[in-house]
């Protein structure tokens, strides 16, 4: 068993592995290890008076009214009888069809496992469409916390839980010279054509340990993704404060807190009540988080909340998901034909904006002319309008009809008989 955990890919605390070293072996025989391990198990609790219990056999549980538990004990396999990751998929597969549920909490205590297995259950706690609260028991390390990383939130329940453990890494044992003291001498053959198969174990064995690179090339690969997927699912809340937590160290509580690892310190008692507020808010928000994608929407929405408000609800009649989300529609159909006025009235106002343009060039192009042609010679000459405030040369200011017919010599002739 020892062996099995030295030789392949791992998400895992090794202290904790040699800690437990008689359990591994004694899981492997067969022995039951519920004293040790429980054995990977779902159940649905209710609000019983306050209290949160088992359901009984019978009872009506109305949607979303349920909480489910999950627990995840000790060393993660990917094909396991205790913590295997193909049961934990099935469980949380059944829970996220189940109506009955309104959210989920994972019970931890685990140092992590097997590469192969964690990324899917990473993503079916990231994509689950109720939340799961994480609950550290003990450890969220390595290929666990690979796992859990996209839970809704993450809280320890003491200050000296650990979490972490974020790295992958692999050991390679040479049991030549083990062999060789009971008298065998081991020898490898392999095919013409298999020049790279198991190369990278080849050249560490070959090296005696000093070349390593093709090893750390296929660990990366694995590393890099696990990086990556706790990134994803944690986001914003890694701090960056505090020691970085993605280099494969353990911390306890307040400093996991601190680096964004975990979201709080909660009392193991207390986490349903914790869970069934998230469900709470969850519900509220549902309408926010899987309709509002288009801008103006938040807006429309807050519109309906406000027309709730001002409408008071009949005794004992709340508002619900399903009327908020009628009014939400009527809201948006509302906005979506003021946009379409709005879209109409643009297209006018440019095809305006664009003969505006058109007659503003052609006003130029007359002026030009105007100006042109007012400086050519005639027997009046051609006036060019003035505009106010131009300056007159002396002499050349232009007279108006009364002054012209004024100077003629029969108007004279009458003015001086009299007339």
């Known amino acids: 068993m020892i062996c099995r955990c030295l030789s392949g890919q791992w998400h895992i605390d090794p202290q904790w592995m040699f800690q437990h070293a008689d359990l591994l072996v004694r899981a492997d025989n ?64 059944g829970m996220a069809s189940d109506d009955r549920v309104g959210g989920v909490r994972v019970i931890t205590d685990t140092p992590g496992g097997q590469v192969n297995g964690s990324r899917e259950i990473f993503e079916l706690v990231r994509d689950f469409p109720k939340p799961v609260l994480t609950t550290v028991d003990g450890f969220l390390a390595s290929a666990g916390y690979h796992q859990l990383s996209g839970s809704t939130r993450i809280v320890a329940t003491q200050p000296t839980d650990q979490i972490g453990s974020i790295g992958t890494y692999q050991s390679f044992a040479d049991w030549e010279a083990y062999y060789e003291s009971m008298g065998l001498k081991m020898y490898s053959v392999y095919a013409d054509r298999s020049t790279e198969k198991n190369e990278e174990f080849r050249q560490i064995i070959d090296s005696k340990g000093k070349q390593t690179e093709l090893a750390q090339k296929m660990l990366t690969a694995y590393n890099n993704q696990f990086l990556a997927d706790v990134k994803a699912g944690r986001g914003k809340k890694l701090t960056g404060k505090g020691d970085d937590p993605l280099k494969g160290r353990l911390f306890f509580s307040d400093a996991s807190i601190e680096n964004g690892l975990i979201d709080d310190l909660v009392p193991a008692s207390d986490s349903f009540s914790v869970l069934s507020d998230m469900v709470t808010t969850s519900k509220k928000s549902t309408i926010t988080m899987s309709t509002i994608k288009k801008p103006g929407l938040v807006a429309a929405f807050m519109a309906a909340l406000k027309s709730i408000d001002e409408q008071p609800e009949a005794e004992g009649n709340e508002p619900t998901v399903e009327s908020l989300t009628a009014q939400l529609a009527q809201a948006t159909t509302e906005r979506d034909t003021a946009l379409g006025q709005v ?75 009299g007339f």
Do not use: C
Request: glycine letters at 12%.
């Open 30 to 93: 067969g022995e039951a290890l519920e004293g040790h391990w429980p054995k990977m198990t779902s159940s649905l609790l209710v609000d019983q008076g306050g209290v949160f219990a088992a359901a009984a056999k019978g009872d009506t549980i109305g949607k979303g009214q349920a909480l489910g538990v999950i627990n995840l004990i000790g060393p993660i396999y990917k094909y396991g009888y205790y913590s295997g990751s193909k049961i934990f998929g099935s469980l949380l597969s």
């Open 343 to 417: 879209a109409t009235l643009t297209t006018e106002r440019d095809a305006a904006q664009t003969s505006v343009t058109t007659l503003t060039t052609k006003n130029t192009e007359l002026q030009a002319t105007v100006d042109k042609y007012g400086d050519q010679p005639g027997a009046m000459g051609t006036q060019t309008l003035k505009k106010d405030g131009d300056k007159i040369p002396e002499g050349t200011e232009s007279k108006t009809l009364q002054q012209i017919i004024d100077e003629l010599p029969s108007e004279k002739e009458a003015a001086a008989m």
